[in-house]
């Protein structure tokens, strides 16, 4: 049977990776140890970045997996409530929901602690369960690197992939070195989901993975040498690059005071996938993206923060949303 979202029309977009409970401190400056109180929020890149589109109007769906326990009937409820399909959410039993921990250290330290051992239940994606038809009807399918970090979900992201044959599958390059047994198998199984990838977007770090530079315009170059049609590489204060065959453009960021940056490149892949999918011309995207994800950067949680497009309009108006002059360069 063909999962869909209401309406039986295809997703614009399903995203394959992990998904869990955020509970982030509501006070500033201080390690976990002397936090008092969290806040609790969806988290986890899949679902942010389905929840970013479904605020940009894209049908949305997350393929990954919960716990049945009530943290995991929280995810469901949550991503309903946004806009998201659930219905490629898998219950695994007898593993628990995943929840993260971060501490803020603004402007630019975030650390971050996950809680998913011995196994989150977005790492057993088993084949048999995929709903191969939703995810060959999709106009992208949107894959993340963590998810190649561990059998069977990466055997379940492959059989994913063989069912697109050739359509849109944009790769978040989603460098997470803590989720994998021995990190040097992961250059090699970057470059075989590459090969099935027509966009792929990463930071610095996540570039060096995939492709062994850190050098952005070198970095972008051998991405699309190795098959991909689209290129972006976000340098954080440098802004973003992106490039085609046929065209490269540097975009600065918007300056921000930053109150949780873990969420931003997030919010930059569902506004990414909303302008792309509008067939708005990349140096466009690119600028409406950096805006998605300076709004969150701004912001305590990632799912629950990410920003509709009047919001992102206005800081490309240079307001925010209250009528306030904003910096942007």
Request: proline share 7%; net charge neutral; glycine share 12%.
């Amino acid at each position: 049977m063909t999962t869909g979202p209401p309406g039986g029309r295809a997703h614009d977009v399903i995203t394959l990776g992990r998904i869990g409970v955020d509970l982030y401190p509501e006070q500033s400056g201080v390690g976990l140890a002397d936090v008092r109180s969290f806040a609790k929020s969806l988290g986890g890149t899949a679902g942010n970045v389905a929840v970013a589109g479904a605020r940009l109007g894209l049908r949305t769906a997350v393929l990954t997996g919960v716990g049945d326990d009530p943290f995991g009937g929280y995810v469901r409820t949550a991503l309903r409530g946004f806009g998201v399909d659930d219905s490629l959410v898998s219950t695994v039993p007898g593993v628990q929901t995943p929840v993260t921990f971060c501490e803020l250290f603004p402007p630019d330290d975030f650390p971050i602690y996950f809680y998913r051992r011995p196994v989150a239940p977005d790492q057993c994606l088993t084949p048999d369960r995929l709903d191969r038809d939703a995810v060959r009807s999709a106009r992208v399918l949107w894959i993340t690197g963590s998810a190649l970090a561990v059998e069977p979900t990466r055997s379940t992201l492959f059989a994913a992939l063989e069912e697109r044959a050739g359509a849109e599958v944009w790769f978040d390059l989603d460098w997470r070195p803590g989720f994998w047994a021995d990190p040097a198998r992961a250059p090699a199984l970057y470059a075989r989901a590459l090969s099935h990838a027509t966009l792929a977007v990463g930071n610095i770090a996540e570039a060096e993975i995939a492709v062994g530079s850190r050098d952005p315009r070198e970095a972008a170059r051998l991405l699309l040498r190795r098959g991909v049609r689209t290129a972006v590489v976000k340098q954080g204060p440098a802004g973003v690059l992106g490039s085609t065959a046929r065209e490269t453009h540097h975009v600065p960021p918007v300056p921000v005071e930053a109150v949780n940056g873990l969420g931003a490149g997030d919010a930059f892949g569902g506004a990414l996938c909303a302008g792309l999918l509008a067939g708005d011309p990349l140096p466009e995207v690119l600028r409406a993206a950096n805006a998605a994800g300076a709004l969150v950067a701004s912001r305590l949680a990632c799912a629950d923060a990410m920003p509709t497009r009047a919001e992102i309009d206005a800081v490309l108006r240079g307001t925010d949303v209250r009528g306030r002059g904003v910096e942007t360069v």
